[in-house]
């Protein structure tokens, strides 16, 4: 008997619209969100440990994949999802911006795990206390460390975030405002 405990992918139902024999209405902010929720492309940012419970997020048993997130790019231009797992060091601060500032709009940024969210147990003069002293977070994933089940709870909440945001946001005097308080454009 099979003894697979993996949650069941969240695609979720169709966007709501008008539907009929033959045909199918909604709205082009409604399908765009159901498109790009579902075709999430993770770049993977992993300084220790936590990256290798992505690892394991990643490998067949919990197999990311299901989420339409099986395509890691390692090229922030071809990224809209940042994962970053792990300890950031101060010096590494201004790289992880640098990789944020080259992805296009619009993306979004999930920390995973205690270090990236807090600075975790290195409550140091050398380790950043938390990735939203440099970058916007979108969602935290708590834990030293995150269990795979864990990450991918964050990588659902993002997908919740990806389907509702309004198509405008990205525009918005509010989302300016926010990147100028980071000191980027
Ligand atoms: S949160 Fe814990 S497991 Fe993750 S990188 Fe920090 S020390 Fe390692």
Avoid at 26 to 50: D, H, I, Q, Y
Avoid at 64 to 81: I, K, M, T, V, Y
Avoid at 85 to 111: C, D, S
Wanted: glycine letters at 10%; charged letters at 20%; proline letters at 9%.
């Amino acid at each position: 008997m099979s003894q697979d405990s993996r949650p069941a992918p969240q695609i979720g139902p169709s966007p709501e619209g008008v539907d009929g024999q033959g045909f199918f209405l909604t709205t082009v902010e409604k399908a765009v969100g159901m498109a790009r929720k579902n075709s999430l492309w993770p770049l993977p940012f992993a300084t220790s440990c936590c990256g290798i419970e992505f690892m394991a997020t990643m490998g067949s048993h919990y197999d990311l994949a299901r989420f339409g997130s099986e395509r890691p790019s390692f090229s922030p231009r071809q990224a809209d999802l940042l994962m970053v797992m792990g300890t950031v060091a101060k010096k590494l601060g201004p790289v992880l911006k640098q990789v944020y500032e080259q992805m296009a709009e619009p993306r979004w940024v999930l920390a995973v795990g205690a270090c990236a969210s807090t600075g975790g147990i290195f409550d140091t003069y050398s380790v950043l206390q938390g990735i939203d002293k440099v970058i916007p977070v979108d969602v935290y994933v708590p834990g030293c460390p995150p269990r795979p089940e864990q990450i991918i709870d964050g990588l659902i909440k993002i997908q919740e975030l990806v389907q509702s945001e309004h198509l405008g946001r990205r525009n918005s005097p509010e989302y300016k405002a926010l990147l100028a308080s980071y000191g980027i454009e």
